[in-house]
């Protein structure tokens, strides 16, 4: 080959890696933030009123126990049990229960701590 063409093929190549070094640097720079919106949304409407919460205590398996309030003592549940809002639930070692909140069933593992605090239904409860 002429000497002219290693030049030119020379000058290709060194070019051809300046575009992907160049390239790779823009690929990796992050995009420009986007312009702010024009006015933020208006706020939620406020949640429903909670409704108190009424678990029913639907199975048992193993030591399982609960407690009307923080200070109370612990006492043992037998399935068809109702708590109430503010009671905590616990589980002992291998111990399981199933709670029935009305629109869910809600499944305790072993040992397990559970509060039963405020519900808010899908939809409103409508």
Not at 32 to 43: D, F, L, M, S, V
């Amino acid at each position: 080959m002429p000497p002219g063409v290693w030049a030119s093929l020379g000058m290709t190549i060194l070019c051809v890696c300046a575009a992907l070094v160049i390239g790779a640097s823009f690929a990796n720079t992050a995009p420009a933030p986007a312009a702010p919106a024009a006015a933020a949304p208006a706020p939620a409407p406020a949640a429903p009123a909670a409704a108190k919460v009424s678990a029913l205590v639907k199975i048992v398996d193993g030591t399982v126990e609960t407690r009307p309030a923080v200070g109370q003592p612990w006492v043992p549940v037998k399935a068809g049990a109702a708590l109430e809002e503010g009671a905590d639930l616990r589980t002992r070692f291998r111990a399981r229960c199933v709670l029935d909140m009305t629109e869910s069933l809600v499944q305790v593992g072993p040992l397990t701590v559970v509060r039963l605090g405020e519900y808010y239904p899908p939809n409103g409860g409508k």
